[in-house]
């Protein structure tokens, strides 16, 4: 009997997915990674066993994420069409990759997925499989199998005895790990519809609060968030104090209709506290310490690198050399940067430096000023003289 790992989230799909596998001849191990979903797996466990697994393996991923996945697409600043910032979209090389580590360890010939062949997940997946080890069989039932319909799967699920709550029916297709919350689908669908209040998960009531403006001071150290508020954080502690102080005042909103890669324009809505206030404090920081043209050339190399991203490139040569190259520009990315909050919305109201580029002496118009000003001519006349008439 072949065996086969399936990347296995705990919901209708994966665990209709495990039945579905075993009866066409595959052992099937049902293989979690914790990337800060906030779910108790227990339950999800119980569930996949009950469906057949023979075996029901748990990663816990969070610190793997952060240093290896987020901090590096946080220096490089990347933000897909200028506003997502690739919660989902990076979760999945990590997942995808600890996958081939486990079918490895269980000496398996095939790994399996549950996502659709209308979204990005799908190719995210199959292309670090491939990149990692081509000679994997991968399955995708979800694209393959005859049920036309969630109200299909469910009756299946009730057939065989699979433990599925079949009546919380939520409308909303949600998916959510430590960097961001992703929901699509349901009354999302019509990109002119408001989202509903229910549609958020972390920010949901932020509308109803009274809230005071709160500064809050990130400091980074070559490009890694270290601190906040003047205290040393580890990674995870950081990021869920901000997503938690972030969620409160309602940041981190995104209503968009983006480009997926495989065509097709698609409505989703994301929540994303800490990373919007980090990405934020973070561009802000190189302003100050990046030279124009080293700032201006790393603006677009982070278009491309959030592309990389989001076309599930993460295991290829060009990402690995385009972390290299962010890589040295962050080496004076170090300061604080403080952030006002209000409700809504954030932006910088400071930011220092040990290797800031800012010159009082030179941007200021008061007697302190040493900037001559009679060379903007000659400078001026050299800079038009190719447009001359």
Request: glycine letters at 6%.
């Amino acid at each position: 009997m072949k065996k086969v790992i399936l990347a296995y989230s705990g919901g209708l799909d994966t665990s209709v997915a495990i039945k579905w596998l075993k009866d066409r001849g595959y052992e099937v191990v049902a293989y979690m990674a914790d990337v800060g979903q906030e779910k108790t797996p227990r339950a999800a466990i119980d569930r996949a066993k009950k469906a057949g697994a023979s075996k029901v393996i748990v990663r816990d991923l969070k610190k793997k994420f952060i240093t290896d996945y987020l901090w590096p697409a946080l220096k490089a600043g990347a933000v897909y069409e200028g506003r997502y910032v690739l919660a989902t979209a990076l979760s999945r090389p990590l997942i995808a990759a600890e996958q081939v580590a486990v079918a490895h360890q269980e000496k398996a010939t095939a790994v399996a997925h549950g996502c659709t062949g209308k979204g990005n997940d799908q190719v995210r997946f199959e292309v670090t499989i491939q990149a990692l080890d081509s000679s994997l069989e991968i399955l995708a039932p979800v694209r393959e199998w005859e049920f036309r319909s969630r109200e299909e799967e469910i009756q299946y699920a009730l057939r065989h005895h699979i433990p599925i709550d079949s009546t919380k029916k939520s409308p909303f297709s949600i998916d959510k790990n430590i960097w961001g919350v992703s929901v699509e689908a349901g009354v999302l669908e019509d990109p002119n519809t408001e989202p509903p209040a229910e549609s958020f998960q972390w920010t949901r009531g932020a509308e109803t609060r009274n809230l005071k403006e709160r500064v809050v001071e990130i400091g980074f150290k070559k490009g890694a968030p270290v601190s906040l508020n003047g205290k040393r954080r580890e990674p995870l502690a950081l990021i869920k104090e901000l997503n938690e102080l972030g969620a409160a005042y309602g940041i981190g909103r995104m209503d968009m209709i983006e480009n997926r890669l495989v065509g097709i324009k698609s409505r989703e809505t994301y929540e994303a506290p800490a990373a919007t206030l980090l990405l934020q404090a973070h561009r802000d920081l190189e302003s100050l310490t990046l030279d124009r043209e080293l700032f201006h050339f790393k603006e677009g190399l982070s278009q491309k690198y959030a592309e990389l991203v989001y076309y599930g490139l993460w295991f290829t040569p060009l990402r690995r050399a385009l972390d290299a190259f962010i890589e040295s520009t962050q080496k004076k990315v170090t300061g604080s940067v403080r952030v006002k909050l209000r409700k809504y919305s954030s932006h910088v109201v400071g930011r220092k430096s040990p290797y800031s580029l800012y010159k009082e002496s030179l941007a200021t118009y008061s007697e302190k000023d040493k900037f001559d000003q009679r060379l903007a001519k000659g400078f001026i006349d050299l800079w038009a003289l190719p447009y001359r008439k």
